[in-house]
């Protein structure tokens, strides 16, 4: 049990750096940390009992059956974790009926049994309450941002030359793994910005603000949804998708939600690489290697996001400075953004000529990116000469989304394939 005297130092190492900060947040991490621990030493136990039962029963060089073995192993201290968050119990001894008479039977039944109790943690009840509020569950997903950044996956993959019928069901794979690590790293971010929601005018409603969702319930479904999400990637795609998209998830969760979000101004522009991950890993699921077209898609959005953020942060500059977020505008003024939000847009059309150069986009697109590409300019120098910011600010807010949709279908239509 080396693994797991090496997951409890870790652990009392943790709470013994929260022990000396101050603050709700800090002592609520450090009840979660003790639970979180618990449950894993408990799951890693379970997990070396099932492992036996797998290779006599489920046939592990089956490439499904090793798939739903890993996610058992990845999932079990996630759903341990949640389950009694739901009061999921169950009385029935029926729900093991498909398991009379075998070891795997004789197995669930032993290790979903709470000692002294006839209660098993695993199913539902007729007494569970099943929670009907889907739409809370798909706020805390942020759908907005998970569907534009499946599309733009959906884009890469396209612009790579992949719409073959031979590809399709690596296309549906690739969006419902993208799907599900976006989802689930939105949930986490809800999760971490509990303590500043409440501050701001737009964010104040939301689920986890108003306690319409718990807090732990949102924390562990995100992270079963990431993981899920990984594996399907690694299974039906390819190793270089599914490293791209836990790469994306981490610095969206690690380094910009728990970090920069709260200390720099920089949060912004480093938060951008995560979002311009999407269309490289479709790009990749469609070719199997990274090449230059994929990289220029992906430095394409990257510049892209910096100054549609920096437009949005102009129009609730007052929310963000209440929130004590250190967002530009708020930090540095309207002047100092301009003049980032320029310097952004002029590199983004530039960038865009590259496509055409690497040979991956045709003369047309060549065409499409210097027009869109120039409004945008013109837009950013015409900050610079406005009576109203307010305005300004929300046109070039909403022009970015019209030119990012016009990439996308130029990218689509005028696309040679991956070079």
């Not at 009840?31 to 894993?40: A, L, Q, T």
């Not at 500043?196 to 732990?216: N, Y």
Request: charge should be positive.
């Amino acid at each position: 049990m080396g693994y797991l005297l090496r997951i409890k130092l870790v652990i009392i190492q943790l709470l013994d750096k929260l022990k000396n900060g101050k603050g709700e947040k800090r002592r609520f991490l450090s009840r979660e940390i003790k639970k979180i621990g618990s449950f894993v030493e408990e799951s890693v136990r379970l997990i070396a009992k099932a492992y036996p039962y797998f290779c006599n029963e489920w046939q592990p060089n089956n490439r499904v059956a090793t798939f739903f073995w890993w996610e058992f192993v990845f999932f079990t201290p996630f759903i341990t974790y949640l389950l009694p968050t739901f009061g999921i119990v169950i009385q029935d001894e029926t729900v093991f009926a498909n398991w009379n008479g075998s070891e795997g039977g004789a197995f669930m039944n032993e290790v979903f049994t709470r000692e002294g109790s006839n209660e098993k943690w695993i199913g539902l009840s007729s007494k569970t309450s099943i929670d009907k509020r889907w739409l809370d569950w798909l706020e805390v997903s942020k759908p907005r941002i998970m569907l534009s950044n499946v599309l733009a996956c959906a884009v890469g993959f396209w612009a790579a030359g992949g719409s073959t019928v031979q590809q399709f069901p690596v296309f549906v794979a690739t969006m419902i793994g993208m799907l599900m690590v976006i989802s689930g790293s939105c949930m986490i971010n809800n999760w971490i910005d509990q303590d500043i929601d409440p501050l701001m005018k737009r964010t104040q409603s939301r689920a986890l603000v108003t306690g319409r969702l718990h807090p732990r319930k949102v924390m562990a479904i995100g992270t079963l949804l990431i993981m899920l999400g990984i594996g399907t990637l690694i299974l039906f795609v390819n190793g270089w998708s599914a490293g791209l998209g836990a790469l994306g998830s981490f610095l969206y969760i690690v380094i910009y939600s728990l970090w920069l979000k709260r200390v720099s101004t920089w949060n912004t522009v480093v938060g951008g690489f995560s979002g311009a991950l999407p269309p490289l890993i479709g790009w990749i699921a469609a070719t199997g290697t990274p090449d230059m077209g994929g990289w220029v898609i992906f430095l394409i959005l990257f510049l892209w996001q910096p100054a549609h953020f920096f437009a949005l942060a102009m129009v609730h500059v007052e929310d963000y400075a209440q929130a004590k977020i250190p967002m530009l505008p708020a930090m540095r003024g309207s002047t100092e953004t301009k003049i980032q939000i320029l310097f952004f847009v002029a590199f983004l059309l530039l960038a865009s000529l590259l496509l055409n150069i690497v040979g991956a986009m045709n003369g047309i697109y060549v065409g499409i990116s210097l027009f869109l590409g120039s409004v945008y300019l013109l837009l950013a120098i015409a900050g610079f000469f406005t009576r109203s910011e307010e305005k300004w600010s929300r046109l070039l807010f909403r022009y970015s989304l019209i030119y990012l949709v016009g990439m996308f279908i130029a990218f689509i239509t005028c696309t040679q394939g991956a070079s």
